[in-house]
């Protein structure tokens, strides 16, 4: 394992969105120089707002990559695939272009839980085989396995966070709530897990500090709970007319297929060994801490409210 020092001296962030930049600003605070992977002037300049200097290239355009600054960095790939097959063609490029002459010390990559697939309602370790179910998880399992190999080959260390649903300020599904697009009855409701997103920068952190070389972690508050207590929850904070409840085999008419993929694979995510291994306490231990946190930031101007359902 590396020195905590010399893991965060410099670090690439590649997908420098809400997560990037708030890992950003605990790696600044720890004394880091943090750049970010910009495809646009655009997004380059939303980076230097947060004090993140942009490298500019495009994880679909490997020639762009040709020249990427991750020699002796620590990075941070939380870019997410393309869409369409079963392969990431994002981090096939990425690893493609990262020539022996440019190796970082270290890449943590935030996948995602859809790579268990569908696991009954039951409990879930780190030990439990992928069983990707859809072309979404497949390119999550694609991309492990690709960065999984090109790490071992170039004996660079790989950790993999499985990141759950993600909640917090600005990653509330507002738009759904508002839109009044129903959920399943409460008695029906399969569980579905949880953790904020200052949380999960916390955890990033910590994974570039203390985690094993080849290390897997699942990232979740641990306490599981349903999409309709979720939504329930956020609706009764912010005093909003609860969505109306169909049931299971009403929801293939009235749900998108994203969302039913939500509800039909199911699973309880146990984050022990993220817990025990790297040393986290959590800030936002359940949704209801966490619900709270975001409330009292709503008032802010510069938040935007919409956010991902997540598993």
């Given at each position: 394992?590396?020195?905590?020092?010399?893991?965060?001296?410099?670090?690439?962030?590649?997908?420098?969105?809400?997560?990037?930049?708030?890992?950003?600003?605990?790696?600044?605070?720890?004394?880091?120089?943090?750049?970010?992977?910009?495809?646009?002037?655009?997004?380059?300049?939303?980076?230097?707002?947060?004090?993140?200097?942009?490298?500019?290239?495009?994880?679909?355009?490997?020639?762009?990559?040709?020249?990427?600054?991750?020699?002796?960095?620590?990075?941070?790939?939380?870019?997410?695939?393309?869409?369409?097959?079963?392969?990431?063609?994002?981090?096939?490029?990425?690893?493609?272009?990262?020539?022996?002459?440019?190796?970082?010390?270290?890449?943590?990559?935030?996948?995602?839980?859809?790579?268990?697939?569908?696991?009954?309602?039951?409990?879930?370790?780190e030990a439990t085989p992928v069983n990707p179910l859809t072309s979404r998880a497949?390119?999550?399992?694609?991309?492990?396995?690709?960065?999984?190999?090109?790490?071992?080959?170039?004996?660079?260390?790989?950790?993999?966070?499985?990141?759950?649903?993600?909640?917090?300020?600005?990653?509330?599904?507002?738009?759904?709530?508002?839109?009044?697009?129903?959920?399943?009855?409460?008695?029906?409701?399969?569980?579905?897990?949880?953790?904020?997103?200052?949380?999960?920068?916390?955890?990033?952190?910590?994974a570039a500090q203390r985690a094993a070389d080849g290390a897997i972690f699942n990232?979740?508050?641990?306490?599981?709970?349903?999409?309709?207590?979720?939504?329930?929850?956020?609706?009764?904070?912010?005093?909003?007319?609860?969505?109306?409840?169909?049931?299971?085999?009403?929801?293939?008419?009235?749900?998108?297929?994203?969302?039913?993929?939500?509800?039909?694979?199911?699973?309880?995510?146990?984050?022990?060994?993220?817990?025990?291994?790297?040393?986290?306490?959590?800030?936002?231990?359940?949704?209801?801490?966490?619900?709270?946190?975001?409330?009292?930031?709503?008032?802010?101007?510069?938040?935007?409210?919409?956010?991902?359902?997540?598993?």
């Amino acid at each position: 394992m590396q020195d905590e020092q010399s893991v965060i001296r410099k670090v690439l962030i590649i997908g420098c969105g809400d997560v990037g930049v708030r890992t950003a600003r605990l790696l600044q605070q720890a004394g880091a120089q943090v750049c970010g992977l910009a495809r646009s002037e655009e997004s380059a300049g939303r980076l230097r707002a947060c004090g993140i200097a942009p490298i500019m290239g495009n994880l679909d355009d490997a020639a762009s990559l040709a020249d990427l600054a991750t020699a002796g960095r620590l990075v941070y790939y939380l870019a997410p695939p393309p869409g369409g097959g079963p392969f990431d063609s994002r981090m096939r490029n990425f690893c493609q272009a990262i020539g022996v002459a440019r190796l970082p010390s270290r890449v943590v990559y935030m996948s995602t839980s859809g790579v268990y697939g569908d696991c009954g309602g039951n409990w879930v370790t780190e030990a439990t085989p992928v069983n990707p179910l859809t072309s979404r998880a497949q390119r999550r399992v694609d991309a492990e396995t690709t960065l999984q190999e090109w790490g071992r080959l170039h004996g660079v260390p790989v950790v993999i966070l499985r990141v759950t649903g993600i909640y917090g300020p600005g990653r509330l599904p507002l738009a759904r709530i508002q839109q009044g697009h129903p959920v399943l009855r409460e008695e029906e409701s399969p569980p579905t897990n949880r953790i904020h997103a200052d949380d999960l920068a916390m955890v990033c952190l910590a994974a570039a500090q203390r985690a094993a070389d080849g290390a897997i972690f699942n990232v979740s508050d641990g306490q599981p709970g349903t999409m309709t207590q979720y939504f329930n929850a956020i609706c009764d904070l912010l005093h909003l007319p609860r969505l109306p409840q169909v049931s299971m085999a009403e929801a293939p008419q009235v749900m998108n297929p994203m969302m039913l993929s939500y509800l039909t694979e199911t699973r309880r995510m146990d984050n022990r060994k993220m817990l025990d291994q790297l040393g986290i306490t959590l800030m936002y231990p359940d949704l209801d801490a966490g619900l709270r946190n975001v409330v009292i930031q709503l008032d802010q101007p510069h938040m935007g409210y919409f956010g991902s359902i997540g598993h």
